[in-house]
């Protein structure tokens, strides 16, 4: 637009002209910035947080919790039961090399912990790693000592008690390290700073399976109960068999497809599916049911939609800025792995493919995204955009990522 | 090989429409671009968020400027013209207005026809019989002036060609809304100035601040034209840019946080991240607010002039935003819910009570429900509805919010909002709840770091017009080959305005790298 000379001549123009040189002039001369919403935002979401573990606990024979403080300069943000970190890792791989990756793990501490004035910490229970699986958690039960420091980035996830949209009931239905985020809510409801009652159904094999017994029946409120469900013990005096229909009736008060009740499901992938029909067999509306997210699932090749076909070693050429490099990827892998593997610098926050966090250009080539763990938007589909953490090579690909 | 080229003719701060939309032009001239968006997104706050498999919009979302295939309108031809691939939806009503105390209930349709007659004032005639004619006129008058700030976008005109052909832009460009409605249409009833001035919320300046000039390009646009969503969510606006900018040879880099911009003898030398990376231009479009780049972006501190700081701090800051977008287990019907979007209040409509109301939390009353069913029917599971209620409030309504007591804040005022809208239903949206974000002023900052949460730049008023911004444009340049690309810049807030601020930038920093050659 090209008439200012002219625009100035015009009276009206010309009024909120000067109007306009006024306030300019007004303005101090000084550096006045100050920005009170941005300073909070980055108190909420830190862009990492530095922190040390200060105890380590067994919880079980084969879990531990560990607790961690910020350390020097860093201070731990606030966030809702239920919710995760994402721990950078470096983890040897055994042959001389370090493998630098990340990992979530729910948080199992309470919220107001993380507030409190005299050491605030949060804590994380991690079960050892079984034998050609669970290697972060594996290497983390294992090797993570007091005083060590990580790199921490939270808070993340969407599995947490909303006043606004759950029901004053909730049960949960747990299995294996999924109790964590309900040890964490039912400290925050005993605490009296979050308000809904808790029904935790636990499902283990064995009694001696369970994770954080001792800790839940420490906590005192008459909103909270725990229920332990055992599958693989005919002789155990509790619940016996799994979390069924018949089992989740009996704990919620009502009749569970009335919406007075909410249920927060959180566990291993298998555990999903049999509780998804349960509770569609008791009608439970779907907005009462929370599932939380569950990582890459063990061996994609057992995914229904995958096509059949041997394991490959594909050539993944990857683009950081203008920068190339070609690495090798395993179709039996996510890419982010891949990225991991070959040491190129990638960042993963949930690695089950709903966050975003390591959304990326696929330039060439054909994937696999399991139905299950593919959270993009329509747009990123539509544009050849996929999620590192859970996309397959099913052939040589190019993909450009954001760099880190 | 290196990440960056060592320099690059033009960084651009800042992936969202504008910068994406500079960085097209400007590669479209055979400019060598940089782009660098400190989020793992394009976009900015024109984008979307999944939730339990189910995607939905995180923006008050209409655009502008598109028009039918047949008749576009500006945007959609420069679009085009650009080839960003976007599947544009028609939203079928221009608006619902509801004012409880003042006993407006109305809905507005697009359109106008040959003969000059627009369908809106029918429809208002048909509730306010006697109005039509004025209500024509009024927006005729709109559309000549939006028809002449469209054609100044692109030419360059003379003094008499401005008196001859573009009257209704000189003759209203000093006056408010108001004081064009009142002054030249005195006929026209309250009421139906009320019902004229719901679209004051896209702008966030009640109308006797608001300049006619953006008055009459809301209105002459939305009016004739029609509003219209992607079918890929916002988001597909956003993806299909970033997509041809990197066919056009933009690099794109995410995450990429500048920390400073280089200045040398009054002239920008380069940028640099926050990973440490050092990238030499002669020229930045810059996302970021004047407030953040003057600040604490520009290094040397030395560099920045005193008059840099006095425009930065007299500007007044325009809205944030506070929204809740909630996916709900029935159908739109089941709800009361008839219509894309629905400005609504209890008490007697009065812009300026309502944008006063945004300088604290709570007790706001003019709220906008977005139902997307009814533009884009198939981005919603069936049986299920998505909404989302919005109220524009001032950044210092969060003054007194701290970290500890954030949470609650959000869902008291959510929760009041939900309650609000369901009161006017008669529905009680609370027990359909399936999915639920709240979007603060914290949130936008979050995503965006846009100073103090804003989204609309600064305040689009009287002192602020665009006629008053572009008559200022040289003195309001501080430092050479910096320019401002995003909604504090000339054109203001909205979508399709931040893809022309993006264009303009782009063409105000060709028009200087001609005279420099």
């Excluded at chain 1, 229909?245 to 009996?250: G, H, S, V, Y």
């Excluded at chain 2, 599971?381 to 959000?410: H, Q, R, W």
């Excluded at chain 2, 359909?432 to 974000?437: P, T």
Aim: net charge neutral; hydrophobic share 35%; glycine share 8%.
């Amino acid at each position: 637009m090209k008439v200012e000379g002219f625009l100035k001549d015009v009276t009206g123009a010309s009024r909120v002209t000067r109007a306009r040189h006024r306030l300019i002039d007004s303005g101090s001369p000084q550096n006045l910035y100050h920005d009170h919403i941005r300073e909070l935002a980055e108190e909420l979401h830190p862009k990492e947080t530095r922190v040390r573990v200060t105890r380590v606990e067994d919880v079980s024979k084969t879990a531990r919790k560990f607790t961690f403080e910020a350390a020097e300069g860093s201070i731990l943000p606030p966030f809702q039961a239920g919710q995760y970190v994402s721990l950078d890792l470096a983890i040897p791989d055994g042959e001389g090399k370090t493998v630098r990756t990340a990992r979530p793990f729910s948080i199992c501490s309470a919220p107001f912990q993380a507030r409190q004035k005299e050491k605030p910490f949060f804590e994380l229970t991690i079960r050892d790693g079984r034998p050609g699986e669970g290697f972060a958690s594996g290497y983390m039960y294992n090797s993570c000592r007091v005083g060590d420091v990580f790199t921490a980035h939270l808070p993340f996830g969407q599995f947490y008690y909303e006043s606004l949209r759950d029901a004053k009931q909730v049960v949960a239905l747990a299995g294996g390290s999924g109790i964590t985020p309900f040890y964490s809510m039912a400290q925050e409801i005993a605490h009296g700073t979050l308000d809904c009652s808790l029904t935790i159904l636990y499902g283990s094999v064995r009694a001696d399976d369970i994770i954080l017994e001792k800790q839940i029946r420490e906590i005192r409120c008459p909103r909270v109960r725990f229920v332990n469900v055992i599958s693989g013990d005919p002789d155990y005096p509790g619940e016996k068999g799994y979390l069924s229909a018949d089992l989740i009736r009996k704990y919620t008060e009502g009749d569970p497809a009335d919406g007075g009740t909410s249920y927060f499901v959180c566990g291993p992938l298998p555990m999903y599916r049999f509780v998804e029909s349960e509770l569609k067999k008791l009608g439970v509306p779907k907005r009462r049911i929370r599932m939380e997210v569950f990582g890459a699932p063990r061996d994609i090749t057992k995914d229904p939609d995958y096509p059949a076909r041997e394991p490959e070693i594909f050539r993944l050429t990857v683009y950081r800025g203008l920068e190339e490099t070609v690495i090798n990827a395993s179709s039996l892998e996510p890419l982010a792995v891949a990225l991991e593997r070959a040491g190129v610098p990638n960042q993963t926050r949930c690695r089950s493919g709903a966050c975003g966090y390591c959304r990326c250009k696929l330039l060439k080539g054909d994937v696999f995204v399991p139905s299950a763990g593919d959270g993009r938007r329509y747009a990123d589909r539509k544009f050849g955009y996929v999620h590192a953490c859970s996309t397959y090579p099913l052939s040589d690909c190019a993909i450009k990522i954001p760099i880190c | 090989m290196a990440i960056y080229k060592d320099s690059y003719d033009v960084v651009v701060i800042g992936g969202a429409l504008a910068g994406m939309s500079c960085a097209m032009k400007l590669a479209s001239e055979g400019k060598d671009v940089l782009v660098l968006e400190r989020h793992n997104l394009p976009g900015g706050i024109a984008t979307s968020f999944v939730r339990g498999g189910v995607e939905m919009e995180a923006t008050l979302h209409e655009m502008m400027s598109i028009g039918p295939e047949s008749d576009p309108l500006p945007m959609r031809r420069y679009l085009d013209e650009m080839k960003v691939a976007i599947r544009w939806l028609r939203v079928p009503e221009a608006y619902d207005l509801v004012s409880q105390e003042d006993g407006i209930a109305i809905s507005l349709h697009a359109g106008r026809r040959s003969d000059g007659t627009w369908v809106a004032a029918d429809e208002i005639e048909a509730l306010y019989p006697g109005s039509r004619d004025d209500v024509n006129r009024l927006l005729e008058l709109c559309r000549k002036v939006y028809e002449s700030v469209n054609y100044l976008n692109d030419h360059t005109v003379s003094k008499l060609q401005m008196l001859r052909d573009h009257e209704e832009l000189v003759k209203t460009a000093g006056y408010s809304a108001k004081e064009v409605m009142n002054t030249m249409f005195p006929k026209l009833s309250a009421k139906v100035k009320k019902i004229l001035s719901a679209y004051w919320i896209y702008v966030g300046q009640p109308i006797p601040t608001l300049p006619f000039t953006v008055y009459a390009f809301l209105m002459g646009d939305y009016m004739s034209g029609g509003s219209y969503v992607a079918r890929g969510f916002s988001h597909e606006m956003s993806v299909a840019m970033e997509h041809r900018c990197e066919q056009m040879g933009v690099q794109m880099e995410f995450g990429q946080n500048v920390e400073k911009i280089l200045v040398k003898n009054g002239r920008v030398t380069g940028v640099r991240t926050s990973r440490g990376d050092e990238i030499a231009c002669r020229y930045v479009a810059s996302a970021p607010y004047p407030n953040t780049v003057y600040g604490k972006m520009i290094e040397p501190k030395s560099e920045v002039p005193p008059e840099a700081f006095r425009y930065a701090n007299a500007m007044p800051m325009s809205v944030s935003c506070f929204s809740v977008v909630m996916l709900l287990d029935a159908r739109p019907e089941e709800l009361n819910i008839h219509s894309y979007s629905v400005f609504s209040s209890e008490t007697a409509m009065n812009t300026v009570k309502f944008w006063k109301q945004g300088r604290k939390l709570g007790g706001w009353d003019y709220l906008t429900t977005i139902c997307l069913n009814f533009a884009n029917p198939d981005g919603v599971p069936d049986g299920m509805t998505s909404l989302s209620i919005t109220y524009l409030p001032l950044p210092e309504c969060f003054d007194e919010v701290t970290a500890d007591n954030y949470f609650e804040v959000k869902r008291k005022y959510a929760g009041e909002m939900i309650d609000q809208v369901s009161c006017r239903l008669g529905v009680n949206l609370r027990d359909h709840i399936a999915e639920i974000e709240i979007e603060t002023p914290v949130t936008i900052s979050h995503y965006t770091s846009d100073y103090r949460g804003g989204i609309y730049g600064y305040q689009h008023n009287m002192q602020n017009s665009i006629v008053a911004r572009l008559a200022d444009i040289e003195r309001t340049t501080y430092i050479r080959g910096l320019v401002s690309c995003a909604s504090h810049q000339l054109a203001g807030d909205g979508m399709a305005v931040n893809m022309n601020n993006g264009r303009i930038a782009a063409m105000q920093i060709l028009a200087e790298m001609k005279k420099e050659a």
